[in-house]
Protein backbone atom coordinates (compact mmCIF):
# COMPACT_ATOMS: atom_id res chain seq x y z
CA UNK A 1 0.00 0.00 0.00
CA UNK A 2 1.48 3.62 -1.05
CA UNK A 3 1.82 5.83 1.70
CA UNK A 4 0.82 9.65 1.42
CA UNK A 5 4.33 11.77 1.68
CA UNK A 6 2.49 14.11 3.32
CA UNK A 7 1.43 11.92 6.32
CA UNK A 8 3.39 12.55 9.18
CA UNK A 9 3.34 9.15 11.70
CA UNK A 10 6.10 6.96 13.72
CA UNK A 11 6.27 2.97 12.40
CA UNK A 12 3.59 1.05 13.34
CA UNK A 13 4.43 -1.24 16.82
CA UNK A 14 3.54 -4.72 15.40
CA UNK A 15 1.42 -5.45 17.95
CA UNK A 16 -1.81 -5.22 16.14
CA UNK A 17 -2.81 -8.73 14.05
CA UNK A 18 -3.78 -7.98 10.51
CA UNK A 19 -7.30 -9.04 10.40
CA UNK A 20 -8.70 -7.62 13.04
CA UNK A 21 -11.54 -9.47 14.83
CA UNK A 22 -14.51 -8.24 17.47
CA UNK A 23 -12.23 -8.34 20.77
CA UNK A 24 -10.60 -5.18 21.69
CA UNK A 25 -6.79 -5.05 21.47
CA UNK A 26 -4.70 -2.34 22.80
CA UNK A 27 -5.27 0.37 20.04
CA UNK A 28 -9.08 0.03 20.92
CA UNK A 29 -7.88 0.57 24.58
CA UNK A 30 -6.10 3.95 24.13
CA UNK A 31 -8.50 5.08 20.96
CA UNK A 32 -11.35 4.72 23.88
CA UNK A 33 -9.54 6.62 26.58
CA UNK A 34 -8.87 9.38 24.09
CA UNK A 35 -12.11 9.46 22.64
CA UNK A 36 -13.48 9.50 26.35
CA UNK A 37 -10.81 12.31 28.10
CA UNK A 38 -11.87 14.53 24.35
CA UNK A 39 -15.67 13.90 25.87
CA UNK A 40 -15.19 15.24 28.89
CA UNK A 41 -12.72 18.12 27.70
CA UNK A 42 -15.46 19.35 25.87
CA UNK A 43 -18.07 19.31 28.90
CA UNK A 44 -16.01 20.08 31.97
CA UNK A 45 -15.02 23.33 29.46
CA UNK A 46 -18.40 23.72 29.92
CA UNK A 47 -19.03 23.30 33.41
CA UNK A 48 -15.70 25.45 34.41
CA UNK A 49 -17.37 28.16 32.20
CA UNK A 50 -20.50 28.16 33.77
CA UNK A 51 -19.89 27.26 37.37
CA UNK A 52 -20.63 30.46 39.51
CA UNK A 53 -19.45 29.55 42.69
CA UNK A 54 -15.89 30.62 42.87
CA UNK A 55 -14.60 27.20 44.97
CA UNK A 56 -16.49 25.12 42.90
CA UNK A 57 -15.19 26.91 39.76
CA UNK A 58 -11.63 26.01 40.59
CA UNK A 59 -12.09 22.45 41.70
CA UNK A 60 -13.81 21.83 37.87
CA UNK A 61 -11.00 24.18 36.39
CA UNK A 62 -8.63 21.60 37.72
CA UNK A 63 -10.22 18.38 36.60
CA UNK A 64 -10.51 20.11 32.92
CA UNK A 65 -6.66 20.50 33.30
CA UNK A 66 -5.89 17.14 34.02
CA UNK A 67 -8.75 15.67 31.41
CA UNK A 68 -6.64 17.88 29.22
CA UNK A 69 -3.36 16.19 30.52
CA UNK A 70 -4.55 12.46 30.09
CA UNK A 71 -6.15 13.64 26.77
CA UNK A 72 -2.32 14.67 25.54
CA UNK A 73 -0.78 11.54 26.98
CA UNK A 74 -2.94 8.86 25.16
CA UNK A 75 -2.53 11.00 21.90
CA UNK A 76 1.27 10.71 22.46
CA UNK A 77 1.02 7.21 23.06
CA UNK A 78 -1.21 6.52 20.28
CA UNK A 79 1.28 8.43 18.02
CA UNK A 80 4.43 6.63 19.36
CA UNK A 81 2.80 3.43 18.91
CA UNK A 82 1.92 4.75 15.04
CA UNK A 83 -1.55 4.43 15.90
CA UNK A 84 -2.61 8.20 15.20
CA UNK A 85 -1.68 9.45 11.57
CA UNK A 86 -1.16 13.60 10.94
CA UNK A 87 -1.09 14.88 7.94
CA UNK A 88 1.06 17.67 7.03
CA UNK A 89 -0.28 20.60 4.95
CA UNK A 90 1.65 23.33 2.93
CA UNK A 91 3.11 26.61 3.79
CA UNK A 92 0.34 28.22 1.03
CA UNK A 93 -2.74 26.01 2.50
CA UNK A 94 -1.69 27.38 6.13
CA UNK A 95 -1.38 31.32 4.76
CA UNK A 96 -4.49 30.72 2.86
CA UNK A 97 -6.28 29.48 6.38
CA UNK A 98 -4.05 32.58 7.94
CA UNK A 99 -5.95 34.73 6.08
CA UNK A 100 -9.01 33.11 6.07
CA UNK A 101 -9.38 33.33 9.78
CA UNK A 102 -7.51 37.02 9.83
CA UNK A 103 -10.81 38.19 7.93
CA UNK A 104 -12.98 37.42 10.92
CA UNK A 105 -11.04 39.79 12.95
CA UNK A 106 -13.04 42.65 10.78
CA UNK A 107 -16.29 41.04 12.44
CA UNK A 108 -15.41 42.63 15.97
CA UNK A 109 -16.33 45.44 17.24
CA UNK A 110 -13.04 46.22 19.28
CA UNK A 111 -10.74 45.69 16.41
CA UNK A 112 -7.35 46.71 18.53
CA UNK A 113 -7.55 45.03 21.25
CA UNK A 114 -7.33 41.18 19.58
CA UNK A 115 -4.45 42.15 16.88
Request: aromatic share 12%; net charge negative; proline share 5%.
Amino acid sequence: MPQNPKEIRNPSSGQLPEVKGPEMNDRDFVNDVLATEKYLTDNFNVFARETSYANLHSDVESILCDTHKAARESFTLMFQKGWYVLEGVDQQKIQQEQQHFSNYLTQFPYQGALQ
